[in-house]
Structures are given as structure tokens and as C-alpha cells.
């Protein structure tokens, strides 16, 4: 099975911070990695796939890079609206595994 | 508009089986992979299975804890995804979400908001 590493598991920032969050694959992923937010009682909402490319309507403050077995998730200037814990996932094969969760919180 | 709505979570005793529903609308069901994602309480996303689309012959693929005692399953008429749990037990307690499979890209791009099932004597 991939193993998905998060890093860090939580963070404090404040208005404004750029962030930044690391999913680290265990092996290969062929860019198949997608970032989910999730809110608390709420489903989680897309953000980004295949590493890089934003989900319909995603606000552009937010991007992903990275390739192989080693990615990132940054908001360029967080808002308000922003605090929530963001997930990666890979999708390259099956079992489809997620990161343990980063929790973004208010400084 | 795409949208996904779970039911069918509750409480049931160990050794207890659920069958959770899944209504979509605003697509076809038929044309896309779809995926059963789990969340226990305070814990992080768990991918539960995953049914192909029409094309690919509604194949499936399962996670290894649930194994054995799950079975995904389609009715097109009724454009509806189906969750048949059995033998469950305490860490089966979770909130359920069905989620749509882009097409050709393969990415979850929408979840439904969530059922809950509560394993418990």
C-alpha cells in the first residue's frame, strides 16, 4: 500500500501567513495526488489534482507543486475562511490512501 | 447541479448489518466511478471502495479492513449508489460519504454531505 505523510500535523498561523503543507508519498504517484479542505461537521471540498491544477472554482491563493513522492499545498495569504484541515490523497492506485490531515489554525 | 445525498446511517449492534443509499442528481450515475470514503469520529478520511462506471463493468475494488463485508452495488434506473455492510463492528462506527470520480481524470471532485453509522450495544 502508498503510505501518505502530512506534515506538520497542525499549525498555527495568522492572517495573512503564507502556509504551506507536505504530503510525502512512500513511493511513486505519477502526480496522482489530490488536496481536499475540510471543515468541521462538513464533507470535504476538492481544492487541487494531478498535484497541480486548481478545481473548478478554487480560489487561485491556493497551489500545489510538486512531483514524484513529495508535494505541497500552499495558501498564498490565509483568510478566515481558510481555517479548516486540509487532507492529500493519491489516486495513482488502489488502496487510495489519504495523508493523516493537517489542522490549520488561528494564531 | 451535482449533488449526492447519503441515507440510511444509524445505530446498530455489533455483528449488525446497514445497507447505506446514495442518490445522485445532476449527472448520470452510469458514466462515473464512484467512491464510499469513511471518517470515524475526530479521525482523518479512509477510502472504503470503490465501483467502476458502466463502461468498465461496475468492477469493484475494497479496502482491506472492510473486506469481505462490504459490497457496492448500483441501481441505474434509480441513479443510485449503494453501501451493504455486514458483520459490523465498533470501527465501522463513522460517518459515510459517496463521492463522484471525475471522468478521464480521476480525482474526487464531489462528495455527498454524509451518513452516519454508529456501531454499538
Known amino acids: 500500500d502508498i503510505q501518505m505523510t502530512q506534515s506538520p500535523s497542525s499549525l498555527s498561523a495568522s492572517v495573512g501567513d503564507r502556509v504551506t503543507i507536505t504530503c510525502r508519498a512512500n513511493q511513486g504517484i505519477n502526480n496522482y495526488l489530490a488536496w481536499f479542505q475540510q471543515k468541521p461537521g462538513k464533507a470535504p471540498k476538492p481544492l487541487i489534482y494531478?498535484?497541480?491544477s486548481l478545481h473548478s472554482g478554487v480560489p487561485s491563493k491556493f497551489s500545489g507543486s510538486g512531483s514524484g513522492t513529495d508535494f505541497t499545498l500552499t495558501i498564498s495569504s490565509l483568510q478566515p475562511e481558510d481555517f479548516a484541515t486540509y487532507y492529500c490523497?493519491?489516486?495513482?492506485?488502489?488502496?487510495?490512501?489519504f495523508g493523516g490531515g493537517t489542522k490549520v489554525e488561528i494564531k | 447541479e451535482v449533488q449526492l445525498v447519503e441515507s440510511g446511517g444509524g445505530l446498530v449492534q455489533p455483528g449488525g448489518s446497514l445497507r447505506l443509499s446514495c442518490a445522485a442528481s445532476g449527472f448520470t450515475l452510469s458514466d462515473h466511478h464512484m467512491d464510499w470514503v469513511r471518517q470515524a469520529p475526530g479521525k482523518g478520511l479512509e477510502w472504503v471502495g470503490h465501483s467502476r462506471n458502466k463502461a468498465n463493468n461496475y468492477t469493484t475494488e475494497y479496502a482491506a479492513p472492510v473486506k469481505g463485508r462490504i459490497t457496492i452495488s448500483r441501481d441505474d434506473s434509480k441513479n443510485s449508489l449503494y453501501l451493504q455492510m455486514s458483520s459490523l463492528n465498533t470501527e465501522d462506527t463513522a460517518v459515510y460519504y459517496c463521492?463522484?470520480?471525475?471522468?478521464?481524470?480521476?480525482?474526487?471532485?464531489?462528495w455527498g454531505q454524509g451518513t452516519l453509522v454508529t456501531v454499538s450495544s
Open positions: 490523497q493519491q489516486y495513482n492506485g488502489f488502496p487510495l490512501t
Open positions: 494531478g498535484a497541480s
Open positions: 463521492a463522484r470520480v471525475r471522468g478521464g481524470i480521476y480525482y474526487i471532485d464531489y
